[in-house]
């Protein structure tokens, strides 16, 4: 009996949750998978043939959403064909544990007749499960390595069927299919999905890759868009679609999927999480009977009763106006690939796969501390959702855990609640890129205001706390409204370019001190620590420390 490693991927996962359009979709996407693994490893983990390295038992068992979409283990078999026997049960479970999790919850919750084919076909070929193994000749790293190579090649020649659209053959036809009469006859007909469930030429909203549920031809009247179906669904379902959304039987599965588990939040009620925990309790008992959590700010009120309107205006007056803002939270562990080569060169694999279980553990304990929620967690990387004010904190208290194993990298967004999630993830991912170019060990932070506009800078760790004293120094009231846009007009001729730094000192202190504020020496004594050659990034650090400052209601 020989041994086997073998490994497990599921790609494309980061893009499924980066392509969320709510909240909801996010939460959907990045619990999906730990799900539909941990069913399909469970039968396993009292196999005698059976050793799981990453995720591990225990985490299996008892902290199977800190499991990623990559997995190793080891199958002792009496043969290659036995090992791919059992690689094939565990696709062939995948398989069975996705049409589970999704499409029957979906056939429950949501009317789909009519659609059944090809919500099914879109849901079961949505993800796939890409597997290798090799012979284990007792050097793990080299086997790992070896099996690597495998899996990325397997990954990187896959194509899809391009011969088929949403399951319906095309080019099985003598004549050309593409011409329109042909075409429509060839959907029509009683061997493929009929041409009402695939007439619609819209994509989904969500993932922009599938045609959406619900278009149809009604006696030669065609409903492209799916108006009927998705009209039903907003107005009996709204929490499954609002009235503008139209989506794929994939993309529609997952928010059923989603809120079939735990009430989903917006990112309105992390916005209004900067109230204390109180005054937010007392803010949303005035807002329970409203449809739309945003419709707390002034600028909606009009769609609210008179009575509401007065309650909330008057709660304004008491504890201000709320928050428009959220922050997001990516952050991922450095060099993690040197890391997991060691363990597996050392043989130390389920121990490493403990510590980032038990790290993953921490981190979530860390968001909710700060009155954020995890989005997902590896336990060497995290994505999560706070508060503006906590984001930060949020940051320093997951970098200083994790310290003991490595550094971390991270991208920090505070958005305006009105901006389309998909742009602020993209930016998202782009800061976290940043914060790796830029020397990692640190943070990228942006913020974007509902205008657009934006400024974003790089931390160091080390550099954070001095960072925090400048925002509280420009969060006094006496600190000065127009000193960085004096300041950049000051700078202007150095910003390309500073052969003389102490040219630049002496610009910043005279005007520093022509000010008059109460912390105007220790600000200036701030200022002059900072890398004065790079003067572009000292006035968006700036604009970054006093956004953060600004409270109320320009929050």
């Known amino acids: ?55 591990s038992k225990e985490v299996i068992q008892k902290n199977w959403e800190s499991i990623t979409n990559v997995s190793y283990l080891i199958y002792k078999g009496n043969s290659e064909e036995e090992v791919k026997e059992f690689c094939s049960r565990l696709e062939n ?104 469930y695939t007439v619609g030429s819209f994509l989904c909203r969500v993932c922009g890759k599938r045609v959406i549920l619900g278009a149809k031809n009604n006696n030669g009247k065609l409903d492209l868009r799916g108006e009927e179906f998705w009209e039903n669904i907003s107005q009996k379902m709204p929490h499954y679609a609002s009235e503008s959304e139209r989506m794929c039987g994939f993309c529609t599965a997952k928010r059923v999927y989603a809120y079939s588990k735990e009430r989903i939040e917006s ?20 807002a329970k009977n409203l449809k739309d959590i945003q419709d707390i700010y002034p600028e909606n009120h009009e769609k609210l009763d008179q009575e509401t309107a007065n309650k909330l205006r008057f709660f304004f007056e008491q504890h201000g106006k709320p928050s428009s803002y959220y922050a997001l939270l990516m952050a991922d562990g450095d060099s993690m690939g040197e890391k997991v080569e060691k363990a597996f060169e050392n043989n130390t694999v389920l121990d490493f796969t403990q510590k980032l279980s038990k790290y993953a553990g921490e981190f979530k304990a860390i968001i909710e501390n700060n009155r954020g929620k995890t989005i997902y967690t590896g336990g060497d990387d995290v994505l999560a959702i706070m508060p503006k004010s906590k984001a930060l904190k949020s940051f320093k208290e997951i970098y200083d855990t994790f310290k003991t194993l490595s550094t971390m990298s991270a991208g920090l967004i505070i958005a305006h609640y009105k901006i389309p999630l998909r742009y602020v993830l993209k930016e998202l991912r782009e800061a976290e890129s940043i914060a790796k170019n830029k020397g990692k060990a640190g943070v990228y932070i942006k913020y974007i205001k509902h205008s657009y506009s934006q400024a974003g800078t790089f931390l160091k760790r080390d550099q954070i706390e001095n960072f925090e004293k400048l925002v509280s120094i420009m969060s006094e009231k006496d600190f000065p409204n127009t000193f960085i846009t004096q300041l950049q007009q000051l700078l202007q001729p150095y910003l390309e370019n500073v052969d003389n730094v102490d040219v630049v000192k002496a610009l910043i202190t005279y005007l520093v001190n022509k000010k008059k504020f109460d912390k105007k020496e220790e600000f200036l004594n701030l200022l002059l620590l900072e890398d004065l050659k790079d003067l572009k990034n000292l006035i968006d650090k700036l604009k970054v420390a006093k956004f953060l400052a600004v409270r109320g209601e320009s929050w």
């Open 1 to 55: 009996m020989e041994k086997y490693l073998i490994k497990i991927t599921i790609p494309s996962v980061q893009e499924i949750i980066l392509q969320s359009r709510k909240l909801i979709d996010m939460f959907s996407s990045s619990t999906l998978i730990p799900t539909i693994l941990s069913k399909t490893f469970k039968p396993y983990i009292n196999d005698e043939k059976v050793e799981f390295l990453i995720p």
């Open 93 to 196: 479970s995948f398989s069975k544990n996705l049409e589970e999790t999704l499409y029957k919850e979906l056939k429950e919750k949501i009317d789909i007749k009519g659609y059944e084919k090809l919500a099914y076909y879109q849901i079961t070929n949505s993800l796939r499960f890409v597997w290798g193994a090799t012979v284990l000749n007792g050097n793990l790293k080299e086997a790992k390595i070896k099996l690597d190579k495998l899996v990325a090649y397997l990954k990187s020649t896959f194509e899809p069927d391009t011969t088929v659209i949403e399951g319906i053959n095309l080019f099985d036809k003598e004549n050309n299919l593409y011409y329109q009469e042909n075409f429509l006859k060839f959907l029509e007909d009683e061997e493929n999905l009929n041409y009402n």
């Open 267 to 286: 990112v309105v009620d992390f916005a209004i999480k900067e109230y204390p925990v109180e005054v937010e309790k007392e803010l949303r008992s005035i």
